[in-house]
């Protein structure tokens, strides 16, 4: 299997290429060349199988430059009951005969980027030694509040490698700050950036593609990479828990082998949902794609009208990790969906860059209409659907998954579909303690108390254990606080790998 990019399929690399590199050197994101279908049958011998084989089912299939024993050692190492709680890495469960919650948050952040961030590590070190790489390893990652944390897991003292987390100042909840600037490890660094996550993300972005500074660290011994959803080494392991969700509703009899179900999921930048529509395109048995957004709604308006505009307010919310106006993942989408068409990707993207606006032909939106639906709710409805969804089904969600439950709830009411639906739910109701609390009970409940009470309370209130790495984050003492200005993140790096 080789990988094209975006902007360039005239591009051809291997996919331990394309893992160590992350973005291709005219910006494009790297895509598999093809990909590959699988039976029915094949899919319902996955229901008898762990989740670590069903993640060996897929993965093989896309990174078949890998021997068997590296990829069952990544898959080992990463998906382990230690690190997530439970032998079903990513349980399926249920709220009524037609509604169901992929729990993706029980890995160590508690947030589901520990899906693909407990791996990535391990393929980059492995495709490092088969590419005969010798550079230091330099991951650099902007973060809207979960990918930083779990990154910085990841890769915490992983030989050959340092992680550089950039995250916007005010942007993210107190928890997922803590999280990060407690960090330990001898390889890493935090910083905070004065700005949105898009000013995070565009300077990220704008280091990768200066050539120049790139010469400057090759010189230096460092090599860039990256652990954003840009990475294909981060978005493959996601394509795993939508095969593994399927065959969980097979094995609990839920569903019979080749219904087809929806699949719900909020998303800010794309990656989460696009990983369930290459799933669908290896032949998992997926109606209808339901892309969920807060105010912060461009995926919205894009997937309803088929213009992309991010020349709008930005919103800050109380679901932080999907107040993105830039949804890097998408490009992979418009390029697979217009049938590989590079030109018209490189167009697109410069339109946006100049722009910060495009449109896709018709024929394009009529593709996309057939198969995504879209809807965005407030913060307001966010809390009512929190409320509303516990104390009717004793189910506790965190501000994300709400708002995945809210657009669901009005997909229903609109269309009258009771096809059998997935919902990912992408973090621990623990990580925005605050803000589940004020839509449990009101802001008098919460007013005056840190977020240690708050999580005590929490537990208190839902019955539920306080994640062991949240509690612990009582006793550490932040390590970072730097915070820099959009215009010095390239100085940042500098600092931190002392070159001039």
Not at 38 to 64: C, H, M, N, P
Not at 338 to 345: L, P, T
Request: net charge negative.
């Amino acid at each position: 299997m080789q990988y094209h990019s975006t902007r360039d399929n005239s591009i051809s690399v291997s996919s331990a290429q394309a893992i160590k590199q992350g973005l291709s050197t005219e910006g494009g994101l790297f895509v598999p060349e093809s990909f590959p279908e699988v039976s029915l049958d094949e899919i319902g011998s996955l229901a008898a199988k762990s989740y670590q084989d069903r993640a060996d089912f897929v993965l093989k299939r896309f990174l078949t430059d890998f021997s068997n024993e590296d990829l069952r050692n990544c898959i080992s190492a990463a998906y382990t009951k230690e690190k997530f709680g439970t032998e079903a890495i990513a349980p399926v469960y249920k709220i009524n005969d037609s509604t169901y919650f992929l729990e993706l948050w029980h890995g160590p952040t508690c947030a589901f980027k520990d899906m693909a961030l407990q791996i990535l590590p391990h393929f980059l070190t492995t495709s490092m030694r088969m590419t005969n790489e010798n550079e230091e390893i330099i991951i650099l990652v902007a973060t809207s509040g979960d990918t930083g944390k779990a990154a910085l897991e990841g890769f915490r003292d992983v030989n050959g490698t340092r992680i550089i987390v950039f995250y916007p100042d005010n942007g993210v909840s107190e928890i997922q700050k803590l999280q990060m600037v407690t960090q330990r490890g001898d390889n890493v660094s935090v910083a905070a950036v004065k700005g949105n996550f898009d000013d995070a993300q565009n300077g990220v972005k704008k280091i990768f593609t200066d050539n120049d500074y790139k010469k400057l660290l090759d010189r230096n011994g460092f090599k860039l990479s990256s652990a954003n959803s840009i990475n294909w080494g981060r978005l493959v392991p996601q394509i795993v828990y939508y095969f593994s969700a399927y065959a969980d509703l097979l094995a609990a009899k839920e569903i019979e082998l080749g219904d087809e179900i929806n699949v719900v999921v909020p998303t800010g930048n794309f990656g989460n949902i696009l990983a369930s529509y290459y799933a669908k395109k290896m032949g998992l048995p997926i109606k209808k794609f339901i892309c969920a957004s807060n105010e912060n709604n461009v995926l919205t308006d894009f997937i309803k009208t088929g213009v992309y505009d991010k020349n709008r307010r930005f919103h800050t919310t109380i679901s932080p990790s999907m107040d993105i106006l830039i949804s890097s993942n998408l490009e992979r989408f418009i390029y697979d969906i217009s049938g590989c068409n590079d030109e018209i990707v490189t167009d697109l993207m410069t339109k946006l860059a100049s722009d910060g606006i495009y449109t896709v032909p018709d024929d394009i939106k009529a593709k996309i209409e057939e198969l995504f639906d879209a809807g965005c709710c407030d913060d307001k409805e966010t809390m009512a659907t929190i409320k509303k969804t516990f104390n009717a089904d004793g189910y506790l969600m965190d501000t994300h998954t709400a708002v995945a439950k809210c657009v669901y709830d009005k997909y229903v009411e609109r269309t009258g579909d009771m096809t059998k639906t997935v919902i990912a739910s992408t973090a621990s109701p623990f990580k925005f303690n605050q803000s589940v609390l004020i839509a449990l009970e009101d802001y008098n409940a919460v007013a005056g108390k840190n977020e240690f009470e708050l999580l005590a309370m929490l537990e208190e209130k839902s019955g539920m254990r306080v994640p062991v790495s949240l509690a612990e984050l009582k006793e550490r003492t932040p390590i970072f606080d730097t915070v820099v200005e959009k215009e010095q993140m390239k100085n940042t790096v500098s600092d931190f790998l002392k070159v001039e």
